[in-house]
């Protein structure tokens, strides 16, 4: 069954560091997504991509982080300089055209520390 | 904007015992509702959705969830509860976005823990 892959499943970082979260959608998706989980929160939507460009993003989602789909496969995650407070669990999903892109697959998440 | 509740932080039952989950939304047009299931360590896995038509829906592991518009409810069962079971359950809805896709607003979660 094809499933939402993301790496690295553990980064840890300094304060002021750039870091980048890797995502391999489902080959077939063509909606796109990242969800952040604070330890003990609940998960928050970021942003949501589609047809190469971002079609909403939320508060969180300010001038520090940026997606791109660099290639027919990867969707990435750039922080330009991590703060404490962004140290979360990363999530990624996709959804294919069916119904217009409602039912979403999650990866494994991507547990970012900012020391 | 829509919004979740999940009233129960903590849930435990026993091994074979039934277990609903409750969940209640906002949201201003008919909704899109999920269930995802967190497992310690790993990402939401899709339990099963809400778009329309029959209100009692199945989805995997034998759990069920029946969509009550009058009570703008969403609950989570299962007959008789496995081991396997524990875990984290969030209850979500899907709001269209005008530049495609949508967007999940999730409940605080459901922490169960089953006693054998």
């Known amino acids: 069954e094809p499933e939402v892959t993301q790496t690295p499943s553990h980064q840890v970082t300094q304060m002021g560091q750039e870091v980048i979260l890797r995502c391999v959608p489902i080959?077939?998706?063509?909606?796109f997504y990242w969800y952040r989980q604070i330890l003990g929160q609940k998960v928050e939507f970021l942003v949501s991509f589609y047809n190469n460009e971002i079609s909403e993003k939320s508060e969180i989602f300010d001038d520090q982080f940026s997606v791109e789909r660099p290639d027919g496969s990867n969707f990435t995650l750039k922080i330009r300089s991590t703060k404490l407070e962004d140290s979360a669990m990363y999530f990624c999903?996709?959804?294919?055209?069916?119904?217009?892109?409602?039912?979403?697959?999650f990866g494994p998440g991507t547990r970012l520390l900012v020391l | 904007a829509q919004s979740v509740t999940q009233p129960d932080i903590h849930i435990t039952v026993s091994e074979g015992a039934s277990l609903e989950l409750r969940c209640n939304y906002s949201?201003?047009?008919?909704?899109?509702l999920f269930w995802y299931v967190q497992s310690p360590g790993q990402g939401l896995q899709l339990l099963l959705k809400y778009f329309s038509g029959d209100t009692l829906v199945q989805g995997i592991k034998g759990f069920e969830a029946e969509f009550k518009r009058s009570q703008s409810s969403f609950n989570l069962r299962k007959p008789s509860v496995h081991w396997s079971d524990a875990a984290e359950y969030f209850c979500?809805?899907?709001?269209?976005?005008?530049?495609?896709?949508?967007?999940?607003?999730f409940g605080t979660g459901t922490q169960l823990k089953v006693e054998l």
């Open positions: 080959s077939n998706h063509l909606y």
């Open positions: 999903a996709s959804s294919d055209q069916a119904s217009s892109g409602v039912t979403q697959y």
């Open positions: 949201y201003g047009a008919t909704p899109y």
């Open positions: 979500a809805v899907g709001a269209m976005l005008t530049g495609g896709g949508n967007k999940l607003t």
